[in-house]
């Protein structure tokens, strides 16, 4: 599950990354640029030097050929290719050193003089290394040039950004808008005849008969894609959902995942098919073959658009949509999810004409207002049309969803956004209306995929960790995790790929300010490198791994500990307590190894932390001193055993069976079935009646008094026959009747039998008195009757009327 996740996401987020291909041309020429290693590493820093200084002369000029972007990555690329040079050079620095440590130093005046060929292998080690240590510095060197120079054009990026939105021209109502574009209109024209005539050669030369087949082979298969593979794809996906997935919210989010991402692959390869048939033997030149190849990438977008939207909607399986919208509303919108990908594809196609013609800055403002205007309007209308769906909900009496803050707080985004794109356009700032409404697309686009990614993030992790399910039924027994621990640990991971998901997205969704993936990504590679504290480094990446560790330990730990428990001591000759003594000093020494572990994984040096030791042993003397006493009282009892788990003791008026041994105190469960909480140490300082140390067995002691008329032989007779007829009374030592005493006209038998545990002498002993009274009755031999009677009178709020004793 993990793994589809992972894929599923990778898909994701490289489909949404088609509209930055789209607005921004890609930066293959420029990264293609770069030199590949050469086969010296003087060679390689000379064409890394000359790269960058053709980069800063392009920076210094302000060549308008060459995007801020563009240079931005190669300066990134140079800096990446010297830090990697100076990674690989290091290691034959440390081995030169290495070799000169053994050759040791030269020889002092007066010495004895050293071999010719140890002194000659000396200056030829000691030369290399002077040269591979000044090449590294080098290296270094060019890496911190570059990466300065990445976030200058990076600075310069940001400002032309906003110099271009701050621009403004003549508004769509005045005369003067519309002349530039007129007269410019021919040229325009021109340049357009001219690609219709370079598209017209390829497609007339991709129909000639040495690839004529390729074309229509390819032709077909994208046709069919489009229509009988779509089909079949979605359906099946419909089927493996339906039928394979357990039952819950994962069916719904992975069918809305697949089918987005099955609509946007099928209509992308027929994109990709339709580009094949037209360039099987790479017939087109480079222009047209660069202009194709954006086409595609856009079609695959407004596919993946598309496909989203639908997926959203669900118009077919309205009890299957992952959002809270009514079917009347899933209705009204059921044409969007065509309209905004047509507008999106639509905005990246005049784009990608115009860049490839050369269009006249005039028509290109022109085309820009159009699309603002355009894609303002359908999103104006997608937001009426909910409006709408919801007033006829309320008239209907039906009470709409209760919707969550930042849905409302969306939609007041998206009007705004609208209001200031149609403004921005009527008022001729038309380059800032432009980026509103193609932000209006990226920012949708990446809100409705992070949605959907949430929810099947949610999903996975709650049907992986659900106590019921059967991956979670097999880790509950693998290891031994309760319910509520399993439950926890998906709350936790799906928080934090949650998170994750969330930062990505803002990454995105700031592109266009400077501030995207790239600039993302070095700012986390600047944070993990970490901080110091003292003289201890704080770095987030040994943080995690010793987080790692720990968790990984106490897995570990918890997973020989089950093991020893089931498996191996249950076949030893320990008892039940001394099994359990085994397995907590275990989890005690396991615990403290994996502690250890952690700390050494944070490269804290241990022997500097004996300070800490140090000035804790002034806070044990005092305040923690009960607390130590405690911890080492419960090692003696772990160790030595007076009192084990199961043992029944009496300590300071508590009495009960031994539960547990904690680090601190001994759980105690008392006859109400109260838990008594004792501090070890009074196991050792006071005096324990252990009930069940020496001997397990109970004692069962009766007195029966009698007249002294009574047949004595024959109530002894009848008293032993009912001890030893009890199934719970030891045939050794045997039940033994005696007579006791005789005194005032009664004569008294002692009864006393065995039992196998002190816990059933109350039980056992009942029985033998209600069938020893049924017996004697029966015989016709009474008890001896009261004389007098005793009144004790008490408060009356002691008094308990049900157990009052009335002795006379």
Known sequence: MPNLLRYLFVLLLTFSGGIALAQDAPAAASSSAIAKPALTPVQTLTQLRAQLDDIKSSVDTKKPDVPLNDLRTSALAVQQQAEQLATSLSPQSTSLQTRLDVLGPAPVKGAPPESSELSTQRRQLTKTKTDLDGQIKQANSLGTEAAQLAVHV????????????????????????????????????????????????????????????????????????????????????????????????????????????????????SAHFVYLALNWNDILSEDLDGLAQRLVRLVTFAAFMTGLGRAM??????????????????????????????????????????????????????????????????????????????????????????????????????????GITLLGVASGYIAFAFFIARQMLWVGVILTALYLMMHLVDDIFDTVFAPKGRTGKRMQNSFGLPASALEQVGTVLSGVTRAILLIMAIAFVLAPFGAGPEELAGRIGTLLSGGSLGSLKIVPSNILGALLVFGIGLVVLRVIKRWLSEQLLPKTSFDLGMQNSVLTLLGYVGGVFVFVLALLELNVNLTSITWMASALSVGIGFGLQAIVQNFISGLILLAERPVKVGDWVSIGGVEGDIRRINVRATEIQMGDRSTMIVPNSQFITQNVRNVTLANAQGRVHITLPMPLDTDASKAREIILEVLNAHPSTLATPAPVVRLDNLDAGTMTFDCTAYVNSPRDVSAVKSDLLFETLDRLRDAKLPMTSPQSMIVHTLPAPLVNDDNRDDKD
């Open 154 to 269: 990076s600075e310069l990026r940001r400002d032309q950004f906003q110099a271009s939105l701050a621009s403004r021209t003549a508004t769509p109502f005045s005369r003067a808008f519309w002349v530039d574009p007129a007269q410019a209109f021919p040229d325009d024209l021109t340049r357009e005849q001219h690609l219709n005539s370079s598209v017209a050669d390829a497609v007339s030369t991709a129909w000639q008969p040495p690839n004529r087949i390729s074309l229509i082979l390819c032709l077909i298969v994208a046709v069919l894609l489009l229509t009988v593979g779509r089909w079949l794809i979605e359906r099946a996906l419909v089927q493996v959902t339906t039928n394979r997935m357990p039952a819950g919210h994962l069916r719904r989010s992975a069918l809305a995942v697949t089918i987005t991402l099955a609509y946007t692959l099928t209509v992308g390869l």
């Open 313 to 418: 909607l669900s118009i077919k399986r309205p009890s299957w949509r992952l959002p809270a919208l009514s079917d009347d509303a899933a209705q009204r919108l059921r044409m969007f999810p065509w309209l905004l990908g047509g507008a999106a594809f639509l905005l990246g196609l005049l784009e990608s004409i115009n860049d490839a013609i050369g269009i006249s800055l005039s028509a290109s403002v022109a085309t820009r207002g159009f699309i603002s205007v355009l894609i303002g309007v359908l999103v104006a209308d997608a937001l009426i049309r909910l409006g709408k769906s919801r007033r006829a909900m309320l008239a209907a009496g039906e009470e709409p969803g209760q919707r969550p803050i930042w849905v409302g707080l969306v939609v007041a985004a998206a009007f705004i956004s609208v």
